[in-house]
């Protein structure tokens, strides 16, 4: 047992030998050190607040896939803290695969089952057949916004599955975006735990004990990362409900790790020009991720990883647009801006939504806005260059969270773009810390234990020898 979790009682028998060291549990040993009662830890709050947030979706949305996931994931949430209080120790990873039960698996293999899903499904799928039958996943004449396509060709690939085997359940898009999703952040992860590990000589080894790595002393692995993000309410949601961003952000995150790394900047260029194929928010990724790998690799790999990226978008792009270009404009340009023939949908009360809609002449109000956003961006990475992957994904989310706000077409739901771009490379770069801060922690409790025994020691020494001369 560690040191930090055995208590000597001081004392005496009466016949002079030292008392034996009491052992006592993880919470029992920090209850008697610092001599207050227990107190609620962090994770089970956590849990429990992820809870409420489903409860509270599934009771105020009008949203039927909305309302099955939030029914599902209070109960996972719930049953995580659950998990989470009679665990010995913070963050254990029964809880995390509880709340990814509840939050994702159970939720999706329902709405997959009964067919129902947000709209952006349906929307994939029947690009991706389009894209079988005529070589666009655009129609010529949209006249329902369910007719509109607002992505770019390459996520009609998403779709294909569905329009090649029909309505079976692994030919949900949604699936699909899930398995693109995943395996980007897995690869991300080991890519920025390799890159921590050489700065801070940690091994980033999958803990023996199933913890976390979130906290102090833990050791993290790609797995334990991605499965904390994944059961997130703000990533579970789209998941299982079918967000069509998840995918996008897993390759911008994909780029940067791989920008971060350094490298000969191919595989960088490869996962930048495939996020840009996708949709056009990734395509701030470019600048930032070329910048980044300058700085990391040099100028030729930044040139090089420049030339695949347009490369790859281009050959997903151009033949698609260049075989019908009225469709694109319509459907790729003009709908996202809320300038086609069907207003968008998406009409969150955000900045540019408000300019566009209230004010005259609001939506050449809010693009010289997102301009002006962007070009700030722009000075900030030829001023003071991101040298660190945390600072490029930093840049990044700052300046898709200004755009995301500031464009007249917006939701709520996009802003788990600059949510995930903080967070995720952040918590990858703080758990290298955070267990060479656990090690200092555990050689100086194991220091002081051992300084008690010796004290212990003397005292039933001198106690001994004082009844010897009596």
């Known amino acids: 047992m560690p040191p930090e979790s055995v208590t000597f009682v001081a004392g005496v028998r009466p016949g002079g030998s030292v008392l034996a060291p009491a052992r006592q549990g993880p919470s029992q040993a920090g209850r008697a050190s610092s001599g207050k009662g227990p107190r609620v830890r962090r994770d089970v709050l956590f849990w429990l607040g992820c809870a409420g947030f489903a409860l509270a979706l599934a009771v105020v949305t009008s949203l039927t896939p909305h309302r099955i996931w939030g029914a599902c994931a209070a109960v996972g949430y719930a049953v995580a803290a659950e998990l989470a209080r009679r665990s010995p120790r913070p963050w254990s990873r029964r809880g995390a695969i509880a709340a990814l039960l509840g939050s994702v698996v159970v939720p999706l293999a329902l709405m997959v089952a009964v067919g129902a899903g947000q709209s952006e499904v349906h929307v994939v799928e029947h690009s991706g057949g389009l894209l079988l039958d005529s070589g666009s996943p655009y129609l010529p004449h949209p006249s329902d916004v369910d007719d509109y396509n607002p992505y770019l060709p390459g996520m009609a690939l998403f779709g294909i599955p569905h329009a090649l085997f029909g309505g ?54 790609s797995a334990d990362a991605v499965l904390f993000l994944a059961a997130f309410p703000a990533v579970a949601l789209p998941l299982a409900v079918g967000g069509v961003d998840l995918p996008v952000i897993g390759l911008m995150c994909l780029g940067l790790a791989l920008a971060g790394r350094g490298g000969s900047g191919t595989a960088a260029g490869l996962a930048m020009g495939a996020a840009a194929a996708l949709k056009w928010t990734a395509w701030p990724l470019l600048p930032v991720g070329l910048v980044l790998l300058a700085m990391t690799a040099g100028r030729r790999a930044a040139v090089r ?166």
């Open 168 to 221: 079976t359940p692994l030919a949900d898009a949604r699936v699909w975006f899930c398995a693109a999703f995943l395996a980007c952040m897995a690869v991300a992860a080991r890519g920025t735990g390799r890159n921590s590990s050489r700065r801070g000589g940690t091994s980033g080894a999958r803990s023996a004990d199933g913890v976390l790595g979130v906290g102090p002393a833990h050791r993290a692995s």
């Open 305 to 470: 990883a420049g030339i695949v990226a347009v490369l790859v978008a281009a050959l997903a792009v151009v033949p698609v647009a260049l075989t019908d270009p009225h469709a694109f404009v319509e459907h790729v340009v003009l709908f996202p801006l809320g300038e086609g023939g069907v207003r968008s949908p998406a009409a969150s009360p955000l900045p540019g939504y408000l300019l566009a809609t209230y004010v005259p002449g609001g939506s050449v109000l809010a693009m010289a806005a997102l301009a002006a956003a962007a070009a700030g961006v722009a000075v900030s990475l030829a001023v003071r260059p991101p040298r660190t992957v945390v600072a490029a994904a930093d840049r990044l989310a700052i300046g898709l969270g200004l755009a995301m706000c500031l464009i007249p077409a917006t939701r709520f739901g996009y802003l788990v773009y600059p949510l995930v771009l903080a967070v995720w490379f952040r918590r990858t770069e703080l758990v290298a810390a955070a267990r060479r801060v656990g090690r200092s922690a555990r050689g100086e409790r194991s220091a002081k234990g051992e300084e008690r025994v010796k004290s212990e020691r003397r005292v039933g020494d001198e106690r001994r020898v004082e009844d010897g001369r009596g």
